[in-house]
């Protein structure tokens, strides 16, 4: 559902269909609809529904995947509408961070992320029969039907409780390894290493930079989201000085508000780093944009007074016209293409003037 232009809905959901195959499914068709907001009931309108339905009888789909969130009840509406399972955009970036998330911290992040997602959204066996049954045994009392409100109302609450419970658990763990990682943190700051963090839209070659200036062999993915946890190398400078190269985890449009929180502590990293260098791909259909959404996120967390490197990367898949368009908007970037291994001599280059001058001591012995 979409209010703005065209392309943007386009851009959006080739997105979302990229996501979906990153996640293991085959995408079989697109359908967008144009109106002012979503329908309270359905998310779609009423005729788009009888479409959708229509859709997922020819094409044999098994899910429809909607590009927003949806409430509890519109999800629960659209399933009994298409006879199929529904998810939306959230749930489906979090079954990708849960697939690939691969540290103690990151996992212990997604399943929050998910726990909290789902908790508001769980059904008890009672409700699921009295919606099989046509709301015909919705009688009396709170909207509930009697008989079968008992048991299932109670496995509910169980399951509920259940889940705050593990809620509350993770919460304490992770701030422990919060806890950890500050320190590790406090070290590095001692030992007075400049630290470079590598930001950018997911899929923006993050990966294949850190690989090309440090060789460090991280796993490159032509999928969505192929980092998640942090990765952190050491690099030397022409001039002898150490400093700290990290990847960062991708960015991407209308990330779920549960996971901007879950992963807040690892961008809060970035916020630390002596230099940002941000990577957009410079063949993306509106790298602007990639540009304006990532700079969004850094701020949010605190790291928009981190002086920033503007990298341009793929430049040997991008058209002479965008690269020209994209020099003249952002005349200070450095454009480069880590697959074809041009430009990073310059990249190191422009990389170490911005480091910071390591404090020159003085010793003067008297005699
Ligand atoms: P990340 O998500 O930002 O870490 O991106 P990756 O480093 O995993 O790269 C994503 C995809 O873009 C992979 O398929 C890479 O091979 C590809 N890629 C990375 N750099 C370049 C480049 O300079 N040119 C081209 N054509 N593709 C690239």
Same mark, same amino acid.
């Given at each position: 559902?979409?209010?703005?232009?065209?392309?943007?809905?386009?851009?959006?959901?080739?997105?979302?269909?990229?996501?979906?195959?990153?996640?293991?499914?085959?995408?079989?068709?697109?359908?967008?609809?144009?109106?002012?907001?979503?329908?309270?009931?359905?998310?779609?309108?009423?005729?788009?529904?009888?479409?959708?339905?229509?859709?997922?009888?020819?094409?044999?789909?098994?899910?429809?995947?909607?590009?927003?969130?949806?409430?509890? &009840?519109? !999800?629960? +509406?659209?399933?009994?509408?298409?006879? =199929?399972? $529904?998810? #939306?955009?959230?749930?489906?970036? *979090? @079954?990708?961070?849960?697939?690939?998330?691969?540290?103690?911290?990151?996992?212990?992040?997604?399943?929050?992320?998910?726990?909290?997602?789902?908790?508001?959204?769980?059904?008890?066996?009672?409700?699921?029969?009295?919606?099989?049954?046509?709301?015909?045994?919705?009688?009396?009392?709170?909207?509930?039907?009697?008989?079968?409100?008992?048991?299932?109302?109670?496995?509910?609450?169980?399951?509920?409780?259940?889940?705050?419970?593990?809620?509350?658990?993770?919460?304490?763990?992770?701030?422990?390894?919060?806890?950890?990682?500050?320190?590790?943190?406090?070290?590095?700051?001692?030992?007075?290493?400049?630290?470079?963090?590598?930001?950018?839209?997911?899929?923006?070659?993050? &990966?294949? !930079?850190? +690989?090309?200036?440090?060789?460090?062999? =991280?796993? $490159?993915? #032509?999928?969505?989201?192929?980092? *998640? @946890?942090?990765?952190?190398?050491?690099?030397?400078?022409?001039?002898?000085?150490?400093?700290?190269?990290?990847?960062?985890?991708?960015?991407?449009?209308?990330?779920?508000?549960?996971?901007?929180?879950?992963?807040?502590?690892?961008?809060?990293?970035?916020?630390?780093?002596?230099?940002?260098?941000?990577?957009?791909?410079?063949?993306?259909?509106?790298?602007?944009?990639?540009?304006?959404?990532?700079?969004?996120?850094?701020?949010?967390?605190?790291?928009?007074?981190?002086?920033?490197?503007?990298?341009?990367?793929?430049?040997?898949?991008?058209?002479?016209?965008?690269?020209?368009?994209?020099?003249?908007?952002?005349?200070?970037?450095?454009?480069?293409?880590?697959?074809?291994?041009?430009?990073?001599?310059?990249?190191?280059?422009?990389?170490?003037?911005?480091?910071?001058?390591?404090?020159?001591? *003085?010793?003067?012995?008297?005699?």
């Amino acid at each position: 559902v979409w209010d703005g232009s065209v392309t943007d809905a386009e851009n959006s959901i080739t997105e979302l269909a990229a996501l979906a195959e990153t996640a293991g499914s085959q995408v079989l068709e697109g359908l967008i609809q144009r109106r002012g907001r979503p329908d309270p009931a359905t998310y779609i309108g009423r005729g788009k529904v009888a479409e959708l339905g229509d859709v997922v009888v020819s094409t044999g789909a098994d899910t429809v995947i909607c590009d927003g969130e949806l409430s509890p &009840s519109q !999800l629960r +509406n659209l399933e009994q509408s298409v006879n =199929v399972k $529904v998810i #939306d955009r959230t749930a489906l970036i *979090l @079954d990708i961070f849960a697939q690939h998330a691969k540290s103690k911290e990151g996992k212990a992040q997604v399943e929050l992320a998910q726990l909290e997602y789902l908790l508001p959204r769980l059904r008890g066996w009672g409700e699921a029969l009295s919606r099989q049954a046509g709301g015909s045994a919705r009688v009396g009392g709170a909207g509930g039907g009697v008989g079968l409100r008992g048991p299932g109302e109670t496995k509910l609450e169980t399951d509920r409780r259940r889940i705050r419970t593990r809620i509350a658990r993770l919460r304490r763990e992770i701030k422990g390894m919060r806890t950890v990682r500050q320190t590790k943190r406090s070290r590095r700051a001692r030992n007075a290493v400049p630290a470079v963090a590598i930001a950018g839209y997911t899929n923006a070659g993050k &990966s294949s !930079l850190l +690989n090309r200036l440090t060789g460090a062999g =991280v796993l $490159v993915e #032509d999928a969505l989201f192929a980092t *998640l @946890d942090p990765t952190t190398r050491r690099a030397h400078a022409a001039d002898g000085r150490v400093y700290t190269l990290s990847d960062t985890v991708g960015f991407v449009r209308h990330l779920p508000h549960q996971i901007v929180e879950a992963f807040r502590s690892t961008l809060e990293e970035v916020a630390d780093a002596d230099l940002v260098v941000h990577v957009v791909d410079g063949a993306h259909p509106d790298p602007e944009e990639q540009v304006r959404a990532v700079r969004e996120v850094l701020t949010e967390v605190g790291a928009d007074s981190v002086p920033e490197l503007l990298v341009v990367n793929k430049i040997d898949a991008a058209d002479e016209e965008t690269l020209l368009r994209l020099k003249r908007l952002w005349p200070d970037a450095v454009f480069v293409s880590a697959r074809a291994a041009r430009g990073i001599e310059g990249l190191r280059g422009a990389i170490e003037a911005r480091l910071p001058r390591p404090a020159v001591e *003085l010793r003067v012995t008297l005699p």
